[in-house]
């Protein structure tokens, strides 16, 4: 939202559209408990979760699923517009069903397809309080769709008993751990090429193009040492650093828009 305009963005499309995008968002991560509520109770990783644990029942959270929805629809379309409505029902539907339902049962490239629906909030938040897509919403986007991967690839692998378990045909069940690795390395050199078209592009400066820098090279000394390494811990490292990556890279996103912004003003106010 704030990338999206050089100032800042309208305060009720602000606060309506995320108010919106976080209630479709909540709608689908409860979607999700609900379907995958068995295999949740089966890993350690998922097996407290209320519905796993029995502290909540199946009506009950089908029932807190659709409000939550129905609000976000109602929010988005009544106080920021249409586009961003429809563009946040099919993400919510491409997460919650064709992710959870289909996707994540179906092929080892499950978290590389579904990526596409937890990479859609960039996009949601701009079309939010400009009311049109852009390139450079995209561009976000396929920052998210291409770090997504090598992100929950890390985890897969220091869970692959637990998905083994519950049949969930995640890469490290299907193709083993080694080349699970390979692949790793392959998405974040992939995405080092990704993150630096912002700068290429013209959206962002050297403010940015220096942060991502030390973002990609301490990502990329990760997936190498995941490459030669034996610690067992060292995927869940790598998992918890590609979070830090992902949120540093916007700040520095954020700084550079409005570095920019004020050396434009200043310039513009001192000219003739």
């Known amino acids: 939202m704030f990338l999206a305009v050089p100032g800042w963005p309208p305060p009720v499309a602000t606060l309506a559209g995320t108010l919106g995008i976080a209630l479709a968002a909540s709608s689908a991560a409860a979607i999700n408990h609900l379907l995958d509520r068995r295999i949740d109770a089966k890993m350690l990783r998922t097996r407290n979760r209320p519905l796993a644990t029995g502290q909540l029942q199946e009506r009950n959270v089908l029932l807190f699923a659709l409000t939550l929805g129905v609000l976000a629809m109602t929010v988005l379309l009544l106080w920021v517009n249409a586009l ?52 450079q919403a995209l561009l976000l986007f396929l920052i998210i769709f291409v770090w997504t991967p090598p992100h929950f690839w890390a985890l897969a692998i220091y869970r692959k008993e637990e998905y083994a378990l519950v049949n969930i045909p995640m890469l490290p069940v299907t193709h083993g751990a080694a080349f699970t690795r390979l692949q790793i390395l392959f998405y974040i ?24 820098s030390v973002l990609n090279a301490g990502f990329l000394r990760y997936a190498l040492r995941m490459m030669t390494s034996k610690d067992v811990l060292l995927p869940m490292y790598t998992f918890a650093f590609s979070i830090t990556y992902l949120m540093v890279l916007f700040i520095f996103l954020l700084v550079d828009h409005y570095f920019i912004t004020l050396l434009a003003r200043t310039f513009h106010q001192g000219g003739p």
């Open 189 to 212: 050199i992939l995405l080092i090429i990704v993150t630096t078209l912002p700068y290429l592009t013209g959206m962002s400066g050297l403010v940015y193009l220096a942060g991502v």
């Open 84 to 135: 961003t409505t429809v563009l946040t029902f099919l993400s919510l539907i491409g997460y919650a069903i064709v992710y959870t339902v289909w996707l994540k049962r179906a092929t080892p490239q499950n978290i590389v397809i579904g990526g596409a629906a937890g990479a859609a909030p960039p996009v949601l938040g701009w079309t939010a309080v400009t009311g049109n897509m852009d390139p």
